[in-house]
T-cell receptor, first 118, second 117 residues
């Protein structure tokens, strides 16, 4: 069965510091997708990124970057020069069993609460 | 953007009463999901649907039932609410397709906060 572990329950940093959120996953499938979602204090869930299991290239989007390493089953998320608006709960998630168009939902980690102090 | 409307957004009810949460989508997506979010547990899948009248159980389905009689509506029912079902409930639709394969990417509704006294 698939599993996603976010070991950091809460992280607090001062604005402008860099911060990395860890995500470790378990799956038996060779084809799977990894995701990060953001949940700001307002409560909505916002999609940040999707990465498939065959693409280990790191991705950068502005101050956000993601490091996918199959060797360690990790998909870590780094925010560079953090800002107060980055304060949120961040969820890592995994989907598998997608061949043939089926989709039985995402498995989420428990989330990391990121607090950026001014 | 996919449109999802959840109703009600907030509800307070008493133990033992039935509750139905509604998820309505406007873009004819095939897959729909109900999750609950609780502190310390993240989001957990309750039930999902892969078409009209086609549903399946998720990780935490006990005490919940679902129905999908139309593509656009996915209902979550608590037949007899308990305090342990106090939670925030999110509906989601699957929106990610790549080379005709569903990638699993979900778009979420705004959530429904349910309090069972």
């Amino acid at each position: 069965a698939q599993k996603v572990t976010q070991a950091q329950t809460e992280i607090s940093v001062v604005e402008k510091e860099d911060v990395t959120l860890d995500c470790v996953y378990e799956t038996r499938d060779t084809t799977y997708y990894l995701f990060w979602y953001k949940q700001p204090p307002s409560g909505e869930l916002v999609f940040l990124i999707r990465r498939n299991s065959f693409d280990e290239q790191n991705e950068i989007s502005g101050r956000y970057s993601w490091n996918f390493q199959k060797s360690t089953s990790s998909f870590n998320f780094t925010i560079t020069a953090s800002q107060v608006v980055d304060s949120a709960v961040y969820f890592c998630a995994l989907s598998e069993g997608l061949k043939g168009g089926g989709a039985d939902g995402l498995t989420f980690g428990k989330g990391t609460h990121l607090i950026i102090q001014p | 953007d996919a449109g999802i409307t959840q109703s009600p957004r907030h509800k307070v009810t008493e133990t033992g009463t039935p509750v139905t949460l509604r998820c309505h989508q406007t873009e004819n997506h095939r897959y729909m999901y109900w999750y609950r979010q609780d502190p310390g547990h993240g989001l957990r899948l309750i039930h999902y649907s892969y078409g009209v009248k086609d549903t399946d159980k998720g990780e935490v389905s006990d005490g919940y039932s679902v129905s999908r009689s139309k593509t656009e509506d996915f209902l979550l029912t608590l037949e007899s609410a308990t305090s342990s079902q106090t939670s925030v409930y999110f509906c989601a639709i699957s929106v990610g397709y790549r080379d005709r394969v569903n990638t699993g990417e979900l778009f979420f509704g705004e959530g429904s906060r349910l309090t069972v006294l």
